[in-house]
Structures are given as C-alpha cells and as structure tokens.
C-alpha cells in the first residue's frame, strides 16, 4: 500500500488504528495521545490569543517513527484538547521530505510562524512556515532550509532543533548540536527575518568525558534546546542524546548574557529519564512557564504496533525557581476540574504494617499527601496493585541519617509481563530539617506523573491485570507521620470512543 500524502487536510489516521488505540486498556484518558498512530516530542507550543496549541511530532499511519509530520491539537483550559488538521506533512520532494522534525513557533509581527528541522536523507537543517490566522494552515517558506549547512569548519553529531526569541529588535536562535570529541552544544544564530541567519558560535558546550555513564552524563549531542529566564536565573534544558545509549532531560542554570551561557550548575530535570524527554516550554498568556514532555513506551515495538497507538504527552507543568535556586514543577492547577469522589484520610502516625486503602483505588487517580520522615524513615505509596499483591508499583520516599533524601520508583512488580520495562527510577529529594514531603502522584492508566518537594519523576507502567490492578496502600517504615492525605478519582479529558482525527 502506498500512501501519497499531499495536502494537511487530505491525512487521517491510518484505518484502525484509532479503534484500536481506543481499546487499550493502557491508554490514559486524561494525558494526551494521538487520536492514533506514533507520536513523539511537543512542539510549536503556544498561548495564542487565548488557546493553547500543542503540535507535536506525528506519524498518523503507524505507531512507528518514520515520516514525522506535525499534528495539532488547542485547548482553552489544558485540560480538554480538540484535534486540529494535521499542520505540517513532508514535502514530495524538498528539505523535509524524509520529516517535519521538531521545531517552536513565534509570532512574527502578527503572523505565526514555525521554525523546524527539516529532515532530508540523514541530514536535518533549519526550515520556516507561516501559517494562517488561526494557526491550522502552514506554508513552508520556497527559500527551506534556512540555513543550508552546520557551522563551517565543526566536525558535527548532529544539528537539529530550535529555541527562538526576539531580543533587541532581532530574532535569535539556538540550534542544538554537538561537537564531535568534546560534547553537546547550542549554536547561537542571529537574523532580522527568519530567513536568513548569521552565525555567532556556541552559546555553551558541554564536556562529554564528563560523568560518562551516569544519570547527568550531558551526551555528545544536545536535542531541544530551550532557553527561558525566571525569576533573574536563565535556565538551559536540554535533552542529553547519545547513539543508542543515552536519553535524558537536563537543565544548566546561570547567566545568559551577550553571545554566551555562563553556568552555574548541570541538574536533572526529571528523574524518569526518557519516560520525560524531549521538553519544551512556553510563556503562556498569565505569565507561566508551562512545560510539556514526551512519555516514551516501555514496551516492545511489536505491543506498540499491536496497539495501533504509541508515545504520551505529559500533563502541563508548572515550572517555576525553587528557593534552592533549582526547577520546581507542579501540573497545571487546571487539572482541578477533572477531580471526582474526594477520599481525605485523617493525619496519623503510619505504623510499620502496610495498609490497603479501600476506599481509594482505580487507574485514573490524583493522590496528593503530606509526610513528615524521621531521620532513617521511609514511606511507600503503593498503586496499581492486584489483591493478591502479584502486581504493583511502589513510589517511595525516603531520608537517610544524614539528612538526604531520596526519591524511588519500584517498577519490579509493576507487570508480570517480562517484556515490558520494569528498571526502577529515583533521584535526589530534598528535605527541610523536618523531613517534610509533600507528594502528588498522577495515575493515568500506564502514564505516571510523580512530583516530590518540587522533584518530577515521570515512567510508564503496564500491568497485565489492568482490571485487578487498582489497588491503593500506604506503608512505612520508621518514623513517618501522615500529615495529609487527599485521593480523587479523574475523569477522562476525552470523550468516549475512537477519536477521528479530523472529519
Ligand atoms: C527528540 C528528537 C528530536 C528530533 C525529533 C524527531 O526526541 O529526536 O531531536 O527533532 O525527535 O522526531
């Protein structure tokens, strides 16, 4: 079968696959997924006069990444999405016909205007599209690719994805890249139109041989690049890339100033890794930095292909400056509106025994909790479990004599499906002298939203009981007192039913 795609408003989803995605019972309900097919990083994010747009990297003819368009959906809340046509499709021939790879929109005097990869062979490079007033229609500008070649004379891993802003009545860009031999990089580029591009050099390159292996291991190649200032500290998030290896969000904070980032430290910015790559972030119309990630599959590619669907959009975040000068993200309080059935547990010590929560239980849920952890305590959260316990996922908190803390995900027993991944997930928590956790966990079906004292973790989860599976529990170890606990079932943020993607 071939499949000539011409025009956005000639493509739909494959045929079956948004039945076939509708009948997964590991689809959230409440996070956003394409109405069927493959979808990967957000893009193009905006708060257009008073709608959020949310493009993101599709492939509507399979669960598979392979011909990268841009599909679209708005929303007046965050909360609940419509589909929009699909917005960019690989051109016949051209810079993109291999991809609409990931890109940002800007508002150019008025008219909207995306800045993407386009990807021809195994080259990606710079290209531009206006759209419509309504930002449904796009023209890919005849001068693609924009700029038609990586810096001269740098021996490149790769040069793709875009951050653009306006500063001093010029627009400026980052293109993330990496220096081969010595580690990821951002290109800094300058123009008066959009079109054509001056080269500066580096904004900041990273140190490859450092902390190789390791969580914050900065990669030989930057993807995603963003740069955004808050409250007087910029920050720099990245996703770390390296061949086959290496995946994960990391930020640099410090100075941007002139041609050059100047840091002040490498963090992780989500201790899920790839279940929370690929972010990008807008100033919405409040003032808000809100962020979006993509939620990679922890199952084969065959179970995604059997799905007929594969990739989810994290919940909107929140991302504001801790007082300890680090990201703190928090899901939008939009979210609000979807909580139904509130359970409120009275504050108490928790004993050593585990206790089954009857009251609470289900895999649409928003678990919000107070603990307050003795030196040497631990807390568990567990979720997702059968009644016999044969399948569940534990989120743990914990805090250490010397006063650290730690945050942990068990996904060991999370599936008796020995295909899928089970790795557990943690990072550093941190604590006040009074051992004070307040933590909020997003079940969304085999999406996980976990947000500790400001620290994200985001992972995938498959249990193979999804209808057994809805166990709720608490437990510890030590010295923990519950301070609060608040549960809400949530509803779905779609309507029922297969979505068609555009009629
Ligand atoms: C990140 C990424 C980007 C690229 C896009 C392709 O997940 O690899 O670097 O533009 O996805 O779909």
């Given amino acids: 079968m071939t499949h000539e795609l011409t025009s956005p408003a000639d493509i739909h989803v494959a045929e079956g696959l948004a039945e076939r995605a509708h009948r997964d019972p590991h689809r959230p309900r409440f996070h956003f997924t394409s109405p069927g097919g493959w979808l990967n990083d957000p893009n193009g994010l905006t708060h257009w006069g008073g709608v959020y747009h949310l493009f993101y990297q599709y492939n509507p003819l399979a669960p598979a990444h392979h011909r990268i368009h841009w599909g679209h959906a708005t929303s007046t809340d965050l909360v609940h999405w419509t589909d929009e046509p699909v917005a960019l499709v690989p051109g016949a021939d051209g810079p993109d016909r291999d991809g609409c790879w990931s890109g940002v929109l800007v508002d150019d005097g008025g008219t909207p205007t995306i800045v993407y990869s386009g990807r021809h062979g195994e080259q990606e490079l710079p290209c531009v599209a206006r759209g419509s007033a309504d930002l449904r229609y796009w023209t890919k500008d005849p001068a693609n690719p924009v700029i038609t070649a990586p810096p001269e004379g740098v021996d490149v891993t790769a040069f793709r994805d875009h951050c653009v802003w306006r500063e001093n009545g010029v627009w400026r860009q980052l293109v993330g890249s990496g220096i081969r031999g010595v580690g990821g990089t951002a290109f800094l580029y300058e123009s008066e139109d959009l079109r054509s591009w001056r080269y500066i050099g580096p904004l900041l390159t990273g140190d490859a041989s450092q902390n190789r292996g390791e969580p914050d291991w900065s990669g030989t190649m930057w993807e995603c690049v963003d740069l955004f200032r808050l409250d007087g500290t910029d920050a720099l998030v990245f996703s770390a890339w390296d061949e086959g290896t290496t995946h994960h969000p990391l930020y640099w904070t410090g100075r941007y100033e002139g041609d050059t980032f100047t840091p002040a430290g490498l963090h992780r910015l989500d201790y899920g890794g790839r279940y929370f790559y690929a972010p990008q972030s807008t100033r919405d119309e409040h003032g808000r930095r809100i962020m979006f990630g993509w939620l990679q599959e922890g199952r084969t590619d ?46 108490s010590p928790l004993g050593d025994a585990y206790t089954r929560l009857h009251d609470v239980r289900g895999d649409q849920l928003d678990i919000e909790t107070s603990l307050r952890l003795a030196p040497g305590a631990t807390a568990r959260l567990v979720i997702r479990e059968t009644p016999d316990g044969a399948e569940r996922t534990i989120v743990e908190v914990s805090r250490a004599y010397d006063g650290s803390g730690t945050l942990r995900l068990h996904r060991e027993a999370s599936s008796l499906d020995l295909t899928v991944d089970t790795e557990p997930l943690y990072g550093e928590l941190p604590l006040d002298s009074e ?40 437990g510890a170890d030590g010295d923990v007192h519950l301070e609060r606990f608040d549960a809400w079932q949530m509803a779905s943020a779609f309507a029922e039913g297969p979505r068609p993607l555009w009629p």
């Fill in 302 to 347: 065959e179970a995604d292909a059997e799905a007929g669907w594969c990739g989810v959009m994290s919940l909107p975040r929140v991302v504001t400056l801790g007082t300890d000068g680090r990201l703190a993200q928090a899901p939008v309080p939009e979210l609000g509106v979807l909580r139904r059935d509130h359970v409120r547990l009275p504050a």
């Fill in 435 to 474: 051992g004070l956790v307040d933590l909020r966990v997003l079940v969304d079906h085999s999406a996980l939203e976990i947000f500790a004292n400001g620290r994200p973790l985001t992972a995938r989860v498959y249990p193979t009981r999804s209808h057994d599976a809805v166990g709720v529990g608490i």
